[in-house]
């Protein structure tokens, strides 16, 4: 070959070096492409579920499901020649609800009765056209009647007496006056009852002070959104606020909390957009039901710590960081949250055989059997835990760690293994949970009423409805009637003298007997 030819030949082998580097990158940038677009895709299928799909997250019920806790689960299932997903028969059982009897007439019971005897003004004879007697008299139905609510003017008139004897004696002659309960407010004609009603309708019912103006204004009593407002702000700083700090001695003092948080606006906040509504609550099992909200300037740790100052046990969350740290406390994981992340990687069209699908029944397998240990004492409960459900517990991360992926599959599985540690220590005590659904129910109650409210025009307005809504959830875990407990503390507090506050707290046999 001559010299031309194998320069010729060389720069043709330099080009294809070249074209070969150019395609591996080409080949590179398109499987990242790839990654993209199927991460996107996978985005797009979640908002799409999340915005016109169940919100419910459950399974259909599949009676060929068996238990993936077994060794099967973690190894790969056999392949036979003639398996094929249209083979699969799945069979579903219709479950009809039985008619409870004697229902309507428990509901009825429990009601004020008013009778009435319809009669024949005149009962004559056809035949001889004498006066028929009566026979009998038959029940023939019950109807529940509504009495609209109405505002009342309760006029207070006070007596005053004097010693006739010591007038007449000319000596300086005693007064003594009737003694008249006081108000919960100055210069306001508002009843303790009144201020429980705008409390409950808001903070139970969820109606804001606007749309309760034109309530109360065909009640006869026009009542501005301003001072609905007010009243609330004044007897929370008056009566509530010492009341809630109480109940929270009272939940300091049990072994295992719940907590979560939810953002809230306030207006008057010019420093952030939003501030954060924190939620503390007891365990299952614990001694006192108690819910606390605490408003809080931001979602920093700082809110949880301070709150729980000295505080030693347990407490449920989720994964928020903000949790971490917490001097004294053993911290608990949800496995709802981890249930979550895997119900929501499983793909559009999923199968039983999809890992995230897999991931989804493992919790619900663990859920259940959990479920089965409710009725156990504290102690037996514990026991049966760490028999039955840790190994079951070590198996699923075990199973976790034996998985490799990306995207919301991926993202499951990393939340899974870094919860590893605080979920395990449920196994340490019988009064834990398996997840954070106490406070997460809780704290449904206040974005509800966020719909509504949308925001709260200041701080003091903003820790008003912390404290409010403390004893209305308060009351209601007590089995007490919000607005009732309400009225009972308007009604007695701004006339207490020495009666301890521990008289007022929801659990109180006093409470307990007057306020359901």
């Known amino acids: 070959m001559s010299e031309k030819s194998e320069k010729q030949f060389d720069v043709i082998i330099e080009k294809l070096d070249q074209l070969l580097e150019e395609n591996e990158k080409l080949k590179t940038t398109i499987a990242h492409k790839d990654d993209e677009l199927s991460l996107q895709k996978e985005q797009i299928e979640f908002l799409t579920q999340k915005l016109y799909g169940l919100k419910k997250e459950t399974l259909k019920n599949d009676p060929n499901q068996g238990n993936l806790f077994n060794d099967r689960l973690f190894s790969e299932p056999e392949q036979t020649g003639n398996q094929s997903d249209e083979d699969e028969v799945i069979v579903t059982t219709v479950k009809r609800r039985k008619k409870r009897k004697g229902l309507k007439d428990k509901q009825l019971s429990s009601l004020p009765t008013v009778d009435h005897i319809h009669e024949i003004e005149s009962c004559t004879c056809p035949t001889c056209k004498e006066t028929m007697k009566e026979v009998s008299t038959q029940l023939i139905r019950q109807e529940v009647k509504f009495i609209p609510a109405s505002v009342e003017n309760h006029r207070h008139f006070q007596k005053t007496y004097a010693c006739a004897n010591c007038e007449k004696s000319g000596t300086r002659t005693p007064f003594a006056k009737s003694e008249i309960p006081k108000l919960p407010l100055n210069n306001t004609a508002a009843s303790a009852s009144l201020i429980a009603e705008t409390m409950y309708q808001k903070f139970e019912q969820k109606v804001p002070a606007y749309r309760q103006e034109s309530y109360w204004n065909l009640l006869g009593y026009p009542i501005p959104r301003h ?264 009604t007695h507090l701004p006339n207490r003298q020495n009666t301890p506050l521990e008289a007022y707290l929801p659990w109180n046999p006093k409470v307990q007997v007057e306020c359901r």
């Open 227 to 490: 001072t609905n407002t007010n009243w609330h702000i004044k007897t929370s700083q008056y009566y509530f606020e010492e009341l809630v700090a109480e109940m929270r001695q009272e939940l300091l003092n049990q072994k295992v909390l719940h907590a979560d948080e939810t953002t809230f606006k306030v207006l008057n906040d010019k420093d952030r957009q939003k501030s954060y509504m924190w939620l503390f609550s007891t365990g299952k099992y614990s001694e006192r039901a108690i819910h606390i909200f605490k408003l809080g300037p931001s979602r920093s740790g700082s809110v949880p710590r301070d709150f729980l100052e000295n505080y030693t046990g347990y407490l449920h969350s989720d994964g928020f960081s903000g949790y971490n740290n917490l001097p004294g406390v053993t911290m608990i994981a949800c496995l709802a949250h981890i249930r979550r992340k895997f119900y929501d990687a499983r793909p559009k069209n999923y199968s039983s055989k999809s890992v995230a699908h897999k991931g989804v029944t493992l919790c619900n397998e663990l859920f259940a059997l959990d479920k089965s240990l409710k009725v156990l004492s504290v102690s037996e409960r514990y026991d049966q835990r760490l028999l039955l459900m840790k190994p079951k517990f070590e198996a699923f991360f075990d199973w976790c760690e034996s998985l490799t992926a990306h995207g919301k599959l991926g993202t499951a599985i990393n939340y899974a293994l870094n919860q590893k540690l605080r979920m395990m220590n449920v196994l340490e005590n019988g009064r834990l949970v398996l997840s954070n659904n106490l406070a997460e129910r809780g704290i449904k109650s206040l974005v509800m009423g966020r719909k509504n409210w949308l925001f709260s025009k200041s701080f003091e307005g903003a820790h008003a409805v912390a404290t409010i809504l403390s004893l209305v959830e308060t009351a209601k875990s007590n089995g007490l009637h919000p607005r009732k407990y309400l009225d009972y503390l308007l």
